[in-house]
T-cell receptor
Framework: QKEVEQDPGPLSVPEGAIVSLNCTYS??????FMWYRQYSRKGPELLMY??SSGNKEDGRFTAQVDKSSKYISLFIRDSQPSDSATYLC???????????WGLGTSLAVNP | EPEVTQTPSHQVTQMGQEVILRCVPI?????FYWYRQILGQKVEFLVS????????KSEIFDDQFSVERPDGSNFTLKIRSTKLEDSAMYFC????????????FGQGTRLTVV
């Protein structure tokens, strides 16, 4: 089983839609969970991070972690064309700094 | 806004040659990282660096690779005797704290080995 799995999409939604992006993982030692946004030919940009289980909200973005199910989500409300990018989940255990990444989900928000 | 800068943006090299990829981390950051992303594949951790020494490295980071902080601002990745399969985007990142919860990434260097 792969450590982190993420559906690569592509996901296409109309402007204003609520977007749900997800990752599953197998390593129960993971404690830090991040979501990055990557525009074409650019470096990953940190959107949000969450420690352990729970929800975190920042503007139109909400990150959720369910450690019992080994499942994390990123919700984007009122999606905009500028949200069109690849969204990558990344995570790590508490005792090291090595980030393990998902493949990324390509999102297109259509005007 | 402070940012991680990488040079060059694109490097083409012949197989067997050595390349040096350069990074200038954010000035008050103490932890530095290299990642790579082969086209269509996941981002992969290569190495982390703190206090002038490697703190962690992946199985990818073998004797072909080395890192250095030659002065107070630059952080370099050297790849010796490049192979075709080294072609990838190489990202430098830095973080201010040990937790690496907020690592900031550079724009990447696209390395093409021909």
């Amino acid at each position: 089983q792969k450590e982190v799995e993420q559906d690569p999409g592509p996901l296409s939604v109309p402007e204003g839609a609520i977007v749900s992006l997800n990752c599953t993982y197998s390593n129960s030692a993971f404690q830090y969970f991040m979501w990055y946004r990557q525009y074409s030919r650019k470096g990953p940009e940190l959107l949000m991070y969450t420690y352990s289980s729970g929800n975190k909200e920042d503007g139109r973005f909400t990150a959720q972690v369910d450690k019992s199910s080994k499942y994390i989500s990123l919700f984007i409300r009122d999606s905009q064309p500028s949200d069109s990018a690849t969204y990558l989940c990344a995570m790590r255990a508490g005792n090291n700094r090595k980030l393990i990444w998902g493949l990324g989900t390509s999102l297109a928000v259509n005007p | 806004e402070p940012e991680v800068t990488q040079t060059p943006s694109h490097q083409v090299t012949q197989m067997g040659q050595e390349v040096i990829l350069r990074c200038v981390p954010i000035s008050n950051h103490l932890y530095f990282y290299w990642y790579r992303q082969i086209l269509g594949q996941k981002v992969e951790f290569l190495v982390s660096f703190y206090n002038n020494e490697i703190s962690e490295k992946s199985e990818i980071f073998d004797d072909q690779f080395s890192v250095e902080r030659p002065d107070g601002s630059n952080f370099t990745l050297k790849i010796r005797s490049t192979k075709l399969e080294d072609s990838a985007m190489y990202f430098c990142a830095s973080s201010v704290d040990r937790a690496n919860t907020e690592a900031f990434f550079g724009q990447g260097t696209r390395l093409t080995v021909v």
